[in-house]
């Protein structure tokens, strides 16, 4: 196995207390909890309220999208983006502390933050998860029950739709679902279905849409793969080959352990890990706003640019590779035709990795946002039954690379690819948006 251009730090993930892994496995379990009422209006109120209302929402949207038939899962990062790209215009568009993404309007001073937030959110999900109407608009109800009633309240809400809406109309006409389909006849190093469901590709049209953030899909776009034939292929095929397989040999079982916990979506894990950094870092709503929209709207750009290369080099899989190396004109592969990966492939071409794109995302932005990359995350696998500690992201970054080679889904240069356009184009991001008024 070769090293990538990260190390990990010296403790890696550690096992947890019973009592911890209980209690990071109940909060993602909780959507709406009960919120604390007070005296004092929304838009003042600092503490548990804040924090509670982002996280309702931020849980409530990741469910909802993650369940919702009409969605394939690439996508539903796009639209946790716009989720929390609008709750963040409507919450900053009252206190003021941060620029606007792009509602530049200014509510009536006093307005509910709290009231804001629950509206813009609750208008981006029924507009696109119409399915959960009934489920939200119940949600939306014993949120805002909560904000004392007048004038606050009314403005906010009011406030919080006219942000959604603005959002919804500027995404109106971005290439969502535009009939972008991959055509690319069958041939040496050419992607097609895999086994063993040969599901076409999914989301193709997600490469041509507008990104929320970035110029365009090209901006970070990654180099081409490496050729059929180069030493880089050459090394990265063997190694797939050995570590990537069901039947491996030398894949460890610590190795299997670390590769079946990152097989799952990242986007609730990670969403989850980031609502229990604002809780243990004490954040204001706003603040919590801010973190929730700079990392699930980068992590939407990097899914496009990805998509996007996809779509354009339309590299195999190692599945396929492996079955067919008779094919590549590379005397140094060797095929093996009942080659197959740990767990079934994803369908969609190799090159380069969503996965990592969307942990270097997830981390580089929390590093970027706190100004540290010593970020004691706590995540929960979707996958099984199991959670862990990373100390930092540069540590997490190995094991998602890593992980994903072991799984057999990817040749190691399409992981690490992806990591570092992923933490440039976040980078950018933090330099261009979410930033302070003064």
Same mark, same amino acid.
């Given at each position: 196995? &070769? ?304 998509? &996007? ?130």
């Amino acid at each position: 196995m &070769r090293p990538t251009s990260e190390h990990p730090s010296t403790s890696g993930p550690r096992s947890r207390s019973v009592l911890r892994r209980l209690a990071a496995a109940l909060s993602v379990l909780l959507i709406l909890p009960a919120l604390s009422t007070g005296s004092a209006t929304a838009s003042n109120q600092k503490g548990a309220d804040d924090l509670t209302v982002i996280a309702d929402w931020n849980a409530l949207a990741v469910t909802t999208l993650a369940a919702d038939p009409t969605k394939k899962t690439p996508e539903t990062f796009l639209y946790m983006g716009f989720v929390q790209a609008a709750v963040y215009d409507a919450v900053v568009g009252i206190d003021g502390r941060y620029k606007p993404y792009l509602f530049h309007q200014r509510a009536p001073r006093g307005s509910s933050t709290q009231a804001a937030a629950v509206a813009a959110a609750h208008e981006v999900l029924v507009t696109y998860s119409p399915y959960a109407q009934a489920g939200l608009d119940a949600a939306y109800t014993a949120s805002l029950a909560q904000i004392p009633d007048g004038m606050a309240k009314s403005n906010g809400i009011a406030f919080g739709t006219r942000a959604a809406d603005n959002l919804i109309l500027a995404r109106s006409h971005d290439g969502r679902n535009a009939p972008v389909f991959f055509t690319a006849p069958p041939a040496p190093g050419v992607w097609r279905p895999t086994p063993p469901t040969f599901t076409p590709m999914l989301n193709p049209w997600l490469g041509a849409v507008t990104p929320l953030l970035v110029h365009s899909a090209t901006q970070f776009a990654p180099p081409p793969p490496p050729s059929l034939t180069s030493p880089t292929y050459t090394r990265d095929f063997a190694e797939v080959k050995a570590f990537g397989s069901k039947t491996s040999t030398v894949r460890t079982a610590a190795q299997t352990s670390t590769a079946l916990f990152f097989s799952g979506n990242p986007g609730i894990a990670y969403n989850a890990a980031m609502r229990d950094q604002m809780v243990r870092r004490h954040m204001h709503l706003t603040d919590a706003a801010r973190m929730f929209a700079a990392v699930d709207m980068a992590t939407a750009d990097g899914l496009i640019t990805v998509w &996007r290369a996809k779509l354009f080099y339309g590299l195999w899989r190692p599945i396929t590779a492996i079955n067919l190396a008779d094919t590549d004109g590379n005397p140094a592969t060797v095929a093996d035709p009942n080659w197959v990966p740990l767990t079934p492939t994803p369908a969609y071409p190799e090159y380069s990795s969503g996965y990592n794109v969307v942990t270097a995302a997830f981390s580089g932005g929390l590093a970027g946002l706190f100004r540290t990359d010593d970020l004691d995350l706590t995540l929960t696998s979707s996958a099984v039954p199991d959670v862990r500690q990373y100390d930092s992201g540069r540590a997490l970054r190995v094991d998602v690379v890593d992980a994903r080679v072991w799984l057999g889904y990817h040749f190691r240069t399409a992981d690490t690819v992806s990591r570092d356009l992923g933490l440039k184009l976040t980078d950018w991001a933090l330099h261009h948006f979410f930033q302070p008024t003064k």
